[in-house]
Nanobody, 123 residues
Framework: QVQLVESGGGLVQAGGSLRLSCAASGRTFSRYHMGWFRQAPGKEREFVAHISWSRITYYGDSVKGRFTISRDNAKNMVYLQMNSLKPEDTGVYYC?????????????????WGQGTQVTVSS
């Protein structure tokens, strides 16, 4: 098991930037695949980004070219740099972890989730 805590959410204007952080527990953090998902009110949880233990990355179509996922295994941290934010990016952002995944873009692949952090992008 691994515990995850997200931070860095807030209110930002369209076109602005925000960086989310995910702090993870566990001595085997470096072996975990990590993902970011988001959920808007009344909508299903949406894939945002994935990073493997070897730092291979994969992004959802709606955020490609704007968001960057990264990790610092020495600090047990995962980050999501969000640039050129749009109102459609508004939602609760969740960090997720799993030791093994297929593609890493399906919420069902992850067994560990954080509490989430709210991101609101205004027009």
């Amino acid at each position: 098991q691994v515990q995850l805590v997200e931070s860095g959410g807030g209110l930002v204007q369209a076109g602005g930037s925000l960086r989310l952080s995910c702090a993870a527990s566990g001595r085997t953090f470096s072996r975990y695949h990590m993902g970011w998902f988001r959920q808007a009110p009344g909508k299903e949880r949406e894939f945002v980004a994935h990073i493997s233990w070897s730092r291979i990355t994969y992004y959802g179509d709606s955020v490609k070219g704007r968001f960057t996922i990264s990790r610092d295994n020495a600090k047990n941290m995962v980050y999501l740099q969000m640039n050129s934010l749009k109102p459609e990016d508004t939602g609760v952002y969740y960090c997720a972890a799993q030791e093994t995944v297929r593609l890493g873009n399906d919420p069902s692949e992850y067994g560990n989730w954080g509490q989430g952090t709210q991101v609101t992008v205004s027009s």
